[in-house]
């Protein structure tokens, strides 16, 4: 489910200037003869295509619509003088090296840009006092990195709040275009870039590519490694149900990605077909008392001898004793979840005298290191190539996206100014509820 603001959004793209060289791509300039087209700026896509039947039809402005994605017959740069940097933040998702092969190949196949620079380490490899070597990026260099998990040019969290010595890298580098492919911090931080950027009144582009397992971007339809995860994540589950269905009260515990929103947890349990229950962040629960939780574990057990529950990761966080740490991208530490659920459980049914067998699974770090499934590799190769389309037409501070089915530009703003949660009231969580038969709440109130 895409966010929903509470005010009207604004899609404005802003750009660096006029694009006024023609696009060495060659592409059609006709509706209806067959041969791929270029895009235009004018072409837009609705955002929010739900109507009531009953209401008025609605007249949009261009800022309400969002700007199709695409290569466009003029381009701002001039693909000779371009040295493009490409840079990915944060922890490792399913197709990292995707995207890199595809910004990286589009560059130089289609526009003849042979000066691409891959930032090693995140935002940290910008850092003077840091002294870690750009990587030299090429076909050859990357044409097999989309076999492996991770990012060939590695990762890091934090230092995107270090913006002028960025940009003063940047400058020295002669960068023209940054990609930054990351989540919602290193969303922020290519934010910061872009607008110190400006300030300095440089012409470079900034890009971003949506990268977040938890799916939790504003205006994002899907981020890249999702449905990877979900896959990968859904066989740790059927595993969870094996085990718990060999033992005497088995009960299986899996704990999924998810600081913020269940959309992993949620998603899995709906493919599995195994889960009983799927705690997630955006509803509360309780463990204790007639509708807690434990009670009606104790239930299902009695019920059908063996249970699975999924938790995200940061489900349940009132019921555990609060941090103020953050870690280096300014991220809450949660406390372990699962570790505690185990533990709760386990002295639950020892306390009421009923014998268990409990396997706990935390899957998560072999699940953000997996090599993409085929819909997430060619989902990210789109990515890239609309990537490197924006940039070379002098677009700047957006994301690419893809709303209602179709890739389009977001401006960055829109993307940070609110996360995407999974709504307790929405189809998905009422499909969740339908396939575990889970309690609609497990609360005393």
């Not at 969002?66 to 399913?94: D, E, M, N, W």
């Not at 090296?97 to 930032?119: E, F, K, M, P, Q």
């Not at 492919?181 to 950027?197: M, P």
């Amino acid at each position: 489910m895409l966010s929903i603001m509470a005010t009207e959004p604004d899609f404005t793209v802003d750009t660096l200037g006029k694009a006024k060289i023609p696009s060495p791509i060659t592409y059609s300039t006709v509706e209806g003869d067959a041969i791929a087209s270029y895009v235009r700026d004018d072409e837009r896509v609705l955002y929010d295509i739900e109507a009531d039947v009953q209401g008025e039809s609605k007249a949009y402005t261009p800022a309400q619509l969002l700007q199709k994605a695409g290569p466009r017959q003029k381009i701002y740069f001039s693909p000779s003088h371009v040295h493009a940097a490409i840079v990915t933040c944060g922890g490792l998702c399913p197709g990292l090296n995707d995207v890199i092969r595809a910004i990286t190949r589009c560059l130089w196949y289609r526009y003849g840009v042979h000066r691409i620079s891959g930032v090693r380490y995140g935002y940290q490899g910008f850092l003077p006092e840091q002294n870690i070597p750009t990587m030299e990026l090429n076909p050859t260099v990357v044409d097999d990195i989309h076999k492996i998990g991770g990012t060939v040019l590695g990762s890091s969290r934090g230092g995107g709040d270090q913006t002028e010595a960025i940009v003063d890298t940047i400058e020295r580098m002669n960068v023209n275009m940054l990609f930054a492919i990351g989540g919602d911090g290193t969303q922020k931080g290519a934010l910061s870039i872009a607008e110190e950027i400006e300030r300095r009144g440089l012409k470079i582009s900034v890009i971003g590519v949506p990268k977040t397992i938890d799916n939790d971007l504003a205006f994002i339809q899907r981020s890249f490694g999702f449905e990877t995860a979900v896959a990968e994540a859904t066989g740790t589950v059927s595993s969870a149900h094996t085990e718990a269905h060999s033992a005497i009260n088995g009960i299986g515990l899996v704990k999924l990605m998810g600081r913020d929103s269940g959309f992993i947890a949620a998603h899995t349990a709906l493919a599995s077909h195994e889960a009983n229950f799927v705690l997630i962040p955006e509803v509360r629960f309780e463990l204790d008392g007639p509708n807690g939780l434990l009670e009606h574990l104790k239930k299902r057990l009695e019920r059908s001898g063996h249970a699975v529950v999924i938790v995200a990761e940061g489900a349940g966080q009132e019921l555990i004793t609060a941090s103020d740490l953050t870690d280096a991208s300014g991220n809450r530490k949660l406390a372990d979840i699962g570790v505690y659920l185990k533990g709760q459980i386990t002295s639950y049914f020892k306390k009421i005298g009923m014998s268990v067998n409990l396997k706990y699974i935390d899957p998560s770090y072999i699940i953000r290191s997996a090599v993409a499934a085929p819909t997430d590799s060619l989902y990210c190769s789109r990515l890239g190539n609309n990537a490197a389309h924006a940039a070379m037409s002098g677009k700047t501070k957006i994301i690419i996206s893809q709303v209602n089915n179709v890739f389009v530009h977001v401006p960055i703003q829109m993307v940070v100014s609110t996360p995407n949660r999974v709504d307790p009231e929405s189809s998905l969580w009422r499909d969740v509820i339908e396939s575990t038969h889970q309690p609609l709440t497990m609360t005393n109130e």
